[in-house]
């Protein structure tokens, strides 16, 4: 089945759901014109369609390999790669100075969705590289932008992170990996990373990485931790690749999915590396890096989502299988009331987690535009969600999709259970969702709920203005919007964070319903009657409701958790 890029998707959502044009009024976006953004949307979506997709399923059944220590990847990756440098998608919002379009993160998003709906394993390449840019170009030496922007940003060459070690998961602070000064500026860096992404390969000519290590005397956990840029090969005075780094590619690992992305264990002996921002400062210029991949990794679960449907509609529509007595029939399945239904909810969820990532992009670039520090904290709210939400619609959505196939998704050769076993990993990497609920529940409501309560404002505020158009559908999300508020009133006056954690993934998956639930309306309202209307019927009458069960779960508290004891469990 032919990829179809959701071009106009995107136009309509920038056009009447997240407001792009409140980005592009900003003087720094002055150059983000309509013309500019059409042709970056067209044009990124015919590079998917016509170059990145076609090498979906070779990555899948031929995976990237290992032979006599080089990283040979996927046939047609190369030449993707190629396309993908060539027409400066790796850098659509990286800085001009080093050679970047300077283009909203709004538009990256779109453009990184894309890819990942064409192919999830690839699309990783350049996302890894997104987010070194931005970590160099906000924290590292003007020597060392000079050097590495320029390369990262042409896609001459990669860039990775490498936080994981094999004692050193989510508990960053307990990585042993060792910076010893040479006493020359740089550092003698040891140790072993695993899990790295696109931590070797072919591609490119020299692959660089920034790696979390612990200085000699430094306090435990996480206040000890710096950041080093460790390239492969070292640069020469022309900032060619030269000699080579001692960054070893140990194995690469055997996965579920994402079968054409490199997964390296790296070992590094006494390689090379310079300090990016202070010593003892690693955590704050990686988390730089890795809210940037957060929302990349949201999108990467939409991504995912969209081809999976796409894969599933075109299957429904062609498969004929028993009878439906229901007006204008097809004759296929698609007639059925369950296939229906599961094809509706699909798509409903899609656009509302699309919806959800852009508005944490538009917020993003607001908040980089204006300085302003509302927009700031609604892009911190946003971005926990956007990246949970995003990636359980990824997996539900590759999930129904097997199922609309029936016996069929289960055979690999439909290439449906690809889509599942792809995405599967994005709940999982970038903090885990259970983390990023932690996150929403704790960090995030610091502010004694104040962001959440400025973004129901809005949601209430538009609810109440489309009462008058459209109020079967407004009253529902206006009440389901009160019913969240409450909650988080409850939420920020629990002092135990635990009552907070308990039901923290409900409380985001509540959140993330109420919100689609507004984007939905909005949607109705931009185009009442047609195609956008019904869809929202069908979402804020079946699937806003769940709001109100999640909502209760997350304000039960710990304490019928923790009654709980591990014997019980094992009992």
Not at 238 to 259: A, Q
Not at 545 to 562: I, M, Q, S, T
Request: aromatic share 8%.
């Amino acid at each position: 089945m032919p990829y179809r890029a959701p071009v106009n998707e995107f136009r309509f959502l920038f056009d009447h759901v997240v407001d792009l044009a409140s980005v592009t009024a900003e003087e720094r976006f002055a150059e983000a014109t309509p013309d500019t953004v059409e042709a970056i949307l067209t044009e990124a979506g015919r590079m998917c369609e016509e170059v990145i997709a076609p090498t979906n399923r070779a990555g899948d059944t031929h995976p990237a390999r290992l032979e006599n220590g080089v990283v040979r990847t996927s046939p047609g990756f190369d030449s993707a790669y190629a396309a993908l440098a060539e027409g400066g998608w790796v850098a659509v919002s990286a800085d001009p100075e080093y050679g970047g379009m300077g283009l909203p993160v709004a538009l990256t998003t779109a453009v990184n969705d894309m890819i990942a709906s064409a192919n999830l394993a690839f699309q990783l390449n350049p996302m890894l590289t997104q987010g070194q840019i931005e970590a160099l170009e906000h924290h590292a030496s003007d020597e060392l932008r000079e050097l590495y922007l320029p390369k990262l940003i042409s896609g001459e060459w990669t860039g990775t992170m490498n936080l994981t070690e094999p004692q050193a998961g989510s508990d960053v602070g307990a990585l042993r990996t060792k910076a010893v000064p040479n006493g020359d500026g740089t550092y003698a860096i040891s140790g072993q990373k695993i899990y790295i992404t696109w931590g070797d390969h072919d591609l490119t000519p020299n692959i660089c990485h920034l790696v979390l290590a612990r200085l000699p005397d430094a306090a435990p956990g996480t206040k000890g931790i710096s950041l080093f840029m460790v390239p492969k090969y070292l640069p020469k005075d022309d900032g060619t690749p030269g000699d080579f780094n001692n960054v070893r590619t140990v194995s690469l690992e055997e996965k579920l999915g994402i079968h054409g992305s490199p997964t390296a264990v790296l070992e590094y002996e006494d390689s090379k590396g310079w300090l990016v921002g202070p010593e003892n400062g690693g955590m704050k210029a990686m988390f730089t890096m890795m809210n940037n991949a957060r929302l990349g990794v949201g999108a990467q679960g939409i991504g995912a989502a969209e081809g999976a449907y796409q894969h599933a509609l075109a299957y429904a529509m062609d498969r004929k299988q028993g009878k439906s007595a229901v007006e204008n029939a097809t004759g296929s399945i698609v007639d059925h009331a369950d296939v229906r239904r599961m094809l509706a909810a699909m798509k409903a969820d899609i656009f509302a987690a699309r919806a959800i990532a852009l508005s944490c992009a538009v917020a993003l670039d607001r908040g980089r535009a204006s300085g302003e520090a509302d927009w700031q904290a609604r892009a911190a709210l946003l971005t926990p969600i956007a990246k949970s939400f995003g990636t359980d619609v990824g997996m539900r959505v590759a999930d129904e999709g097997i199922q609309v196939h029936g016996g069929m998704g289960f055979v690999e050769e439909t290439g449906a259970a690809q889509y599942l076993r792809d995405v599967r990993v994005t709940a999982i990497y970038e903090g885990t969702n259970g983390i990023q609920a932690m996150d929403l529940v704790a960090r995030k409501m610091a502010d004694g709920g104040e962001a959440a309560f400025s973004l129901l404002d809005e949601v209430e505020g538009f609810a109440e203005t489309a009462r008058e158009t459209m109020p079967e559908l407004a009253a529902p999300v206006w009440e389901a919007a009160e019913t969240l508020r409450e909650a988080v009133e409850w939420l920020v006056a629990q002092g135990d964070l635990n009552d907070r954690f308990a039901g923290s993934s409900a409380f985001l998956k509540g959140f993330a319903r109420v919100l689609g639930g507004y984007y939905h309306l909005r949607a109705a309202i931009a185009e009442p009657g047609g195609a956008r209307e019904r869809l929202a019927r069908f979402y804020i009458t079946r699937m806003l409701p769940e709001h109100v069960g999640l909502l209760a779960h997350a304000r039960a508290g710990a304490k019928d958790l923790y009654a709980l004891t591990p014997d019980d469990l094992a009992a």
